[in-house]
């Protein structure tokens, strides 16, 4: 019924929100700090649901990959040295470690490398051509070349990136 409000009705809706409890505070017989601690708490919840909506709308999360996913999708954003903007790599993927029904594709959001940008690609010719792709973050692996997997991790050493053609799937015999 409301997904199709966007961020500005959102916030609107709320901002009315909180006028009305405002008037409704000033017309209360409370002490001027119960009136003060829940206008702040108001205040604060308006700051918190506004730094919240990224991860709602759907932006790529930071959060780690996982040790093994199906890859949807990839795009790449080439750094652009004109206006000092660092590169992207960003990953569409589903956790193979859930069941199917709950196997949301995830946006991820990488640190860009020529390495990892090779790897995305050649995965991402493979999908197209409908060969689905197993990503495997070789976490806890001994690996010479690693690149960081999240933003967080950016020099730092991390997890190796690989894709493979997924195996088929086993239908039992009837």
Not at 39 to 58: F, K, R
Not at 160 to 168: C, E, G, S, T
């Amino acid at each position: 019924m409301f997904s199709h409000l966007g961020i500005g009705e959102l916030i609107t809706a709320y901002v009315i929100a909180g006028t009305l409890l405002l008037c409704l505070l000033l017309q209360a017989t409370w002490s001027w700090r119960v009136k003060t601690a829940a206008i702040v708490a108001v205040s604060t919840c308006y700051v918190v649901i506004y730094a919240s909506w990224p991860s709602i709308l759907g932006w790529p999360t930071r959060q780690d990959l996982p040790a093994e996913f199906r890859l949807v999708a990839g795009y790449v954003q080439h750094p652009d040295r004109l206006s000092g903007e660092e590169g992207s790599i960003y990953l569409w993927a589903t956790d193979t470690a859930k069941p199917p029904a709950d196997g949301a594709p995830r946006a991820h959001r990488l640190p860009y490398s020529v390495e990892l940008q090779t790897k995305v690609a050649e995965a991402g010719e493979k999908v197209k051509k409908n060969i689905p792709q197993l990503g495997k973050t070789g976490a806890g692996e001994e690996r010479a070349g690693r690149i960081p997997l999240s933003g967080r991790q950016l020099g730092q050493q991390s997890s190796q990136l690989d894709f493979h053609d997924m195996p088929a799937p086993v239908v039992p015999e009837k």
